[in-house]
């Protein structure tokens, strides 16, 4: 409201380009003495065409110009206006609720992937479990225990692309790939072409549906690329304080159950060089969905569905299976997960 183009765009966007109470507005009047005058006779005017009152039409469309801090105090300020019997509903930023489904479990992995960062500067995580059990969103929250991460864009390859996950050779290519490198580019030059990003930014790969995988070809894979540069880190690591993290992702729950060796402690003498076997993601008991709600009942621009409930959660979600969690809570709050909120994942 700084100056009258912007006062009447807003208005008219708000009430209509022919509203009567427009030509009653002193358009040049400070800011405050103006917004006073404004709201006097937008309350007077009463409402609009659509029988929602004119203050109210106006609050939304600034609402949709501001950030959501601001959003909650003009959620108020709408309220307020309303008729005692008349309800507005606000509709939930997409990126809110996204934030806060990133917070429902995952406690432990994330712990101790925050321990293991503090000790190791090369780092290798198996991400498994069940089907279905949210996979995607931990590799997603984990990637958010760093602040600094946020900007960084991790190498992710799904290892089912164009059969990668058949031989090192493939998989070697991919990569090649990702680092707009030649396909016959040698292993050693990619190595290198790693160290040197490593000197100087946290480097972060993400290897995904590695249940694919035959099991010779993943412990070769872990032999030719991992295991090299665990060494190099040792020998020679960078001198700022970045890391180089990979993560394996198991959708199945198949590879703590093969050949593949892990860490269950990174305490191990053979960390980094074998992954850590995280705690496995599974289906959400009823007290963490009940913890959840109770914890985002703390926001205000949050408008949480009366019907939304740990017990209906749970029920229509095949007893907590963390997709369909995700999938159900999305419904509640007329958003849609894959439509909506999945466009966040890592």
């Given at each position: 409201?700084?100056?009258?183009?912007?006062?009447?765009?807003?208005?008219?966007?708000?009430?209509?380009?022919?509203?009567?109470?427009?030509?009653?507005?002193?358009?040049?009047?400070?800011?405050?003495?103006?917004?006073?005058?404004?709201?006097?006779?937008?309350?007077?005017?009463?409402?609009?065409?659509?029988?929602?009152?004119?203050?109210?039409?106006l609050l939304k469309v600034v609402r949709e110009e501001v950030g959501v801090d601001v959003q909650a105090t003009i959620d108020t300020l709408i309220v307020e206006f309303l008729p005692p019997a008349e309800t507005l509903t606000i509709s939930t930023p997409p990126h809110l609720l996204f934030d806060l489904l990133l917070q429902m479990d995952f406690k432990q992995q994330v712990r101790l992937v925050e321990d293991v960062l503090e000790q190791h500067r090369t780092a290798a995580f198996l991400v498994h479990g069940e089907p279905d059990c949210g996979q995607e969103l931990l590799v997603t929250r984990l990637f958010r225990v760093k602040s600094g991460w946020k900007n960084n864009s991790p190498i992710k390859n799904d290892v089912t692309n164009n059969a990668a996950y058949r031989s090192t050779e493939r998989l070697?290519?991919?990569?090649?790939?990702?680092?707009?490198?030649?396909?016959d580019t040698k292993p050693e030059q990619i190595i290198d072409r790693i160290c040197d990003r490593w000197q100087t930014q946290d480097v972060i790969f993400i290897f995904e549906k590695v249940d694919c995988m035959p099991s010779k070809v993943l412990v070769g894979w872990l032999q030719e690329f991992w295991e090299p540069l665990v060494d190099r880190g040792k020998f020679n690591p960078p001198l700022k304080d970045t890391h180089l993290l990979m993560f394996l992702v198991d959708n199945c729950g198949s590879v703590c159950q093969s050949q593949v060796m892990l860490a269950k402690q990174f305490d191990e003498p053979e960390y980094p060089r074998i992954?850590?076997?995280?705690?496995?993601?599974?289906?959400?008991?009823?007290?963490?969905?009940?913890?959840?709600?109770?914890?985002?009942?703390?926001?205000?621009?949050?408008?949480?569905?009366?019907?939304?409930?740990?017990?209906?959660?749970?029920?229509?979600?095949?007893?907590?299976?963390?997709?369909?969690?995700?999938?159900?809570?999305?419904?509640?709050?007329?958003?849609?997960?894959?439509?909506?909120?999945a466009k966040w994942l890592i």
């Amino acid at each position: 409201m700084e100056n009258e183009y912007q006062r009447r765009g807003y208005l008219r966007k708000a009430l209509g380009m022919n509203a009567p109470v427009l030509n009653r507005l002193c358009w040049n009047l400070p800011v405050d003495a103006f917004i006073g005058d404004m709201f006097e006779k937008l309350v007077e005017f009463g409402e609009i065409s659509s029988g929602k009152p004119a203050i109210c039409a106006l609050l939304k469309v600034v609402r949709e110009e501001v950030g959501v801090d601001v959003q909650a105090t003009i959620d108020t300020l709408i309220v307020e206006f309303l008729p005692p019997a008349e309800t507005l509903t606000i509709s939930t930023p997409p990126h809110l609720l996204f934030d806060l489904l990133l917070q429902m479990d995952f406690k432990q992995q994330v712990r101790l992937v925050e321990d293991v960062l503090e000790q190791h500067r090369t780092a290798a995580f198996l991400v498994h479990g069940e089907p279905d059990c949210g996979q995607e969103l931990l590799v997603t929250r984990l990637f958010r225990v760093k602040s600094g991460w946020k900007n960084n864009s991790p190498i992710k390859n799904d290892v089912t692309n164009n059969a990668a996950y058949r031989s090192t050779e493939r998989l070697w290519k991919q990569l090649a790939r990702s680092f707009l490198l030649p396909l016959d580019t040698k292993p050693e030059q990619i190595i290198d072409r790693i160290c040197d990003r490593w000197q100087t930014q946290d480097v972060i790969f993400i290897f995904e549906k590695v249940d694919c995988m035959p099991s010779k070809v993943l412990v070769g894979w872990l032999q030719e690329f991992w295991e090299p540069l665990v060494d190099r880190g040792k020998f020679n690591p960078p001198l700022k304080d970045t890391h180089l993290l990979m993560f394996l992702v198991d959708n199945c729950g198949s590879v703590c159950q093969s050949q593949v060796m892990l860490a269950k402690q990174f305490d191990e003498p053979e960390y980094p060089r074998i992954p850590l076997y995280l705690p496995p993601v599974s289906p959400f008991p009823t007290d963490v969905l009940k913890d959840w709600l109770g914890d985002i009942k703390v926001f205000r621009d949050l408008q949480i569905p009366a019907h939304l409930t740990y017990q209906r959660i749970w029920e229509n979600s095949d007893n907590g299976i963390p997709q369909f969690v995700y999938e159900e809570i999305c419904t509640h709050f007329d958003l849609s997960w894959e439509g909506d909120l999945a466009k966040w994942l890592i």
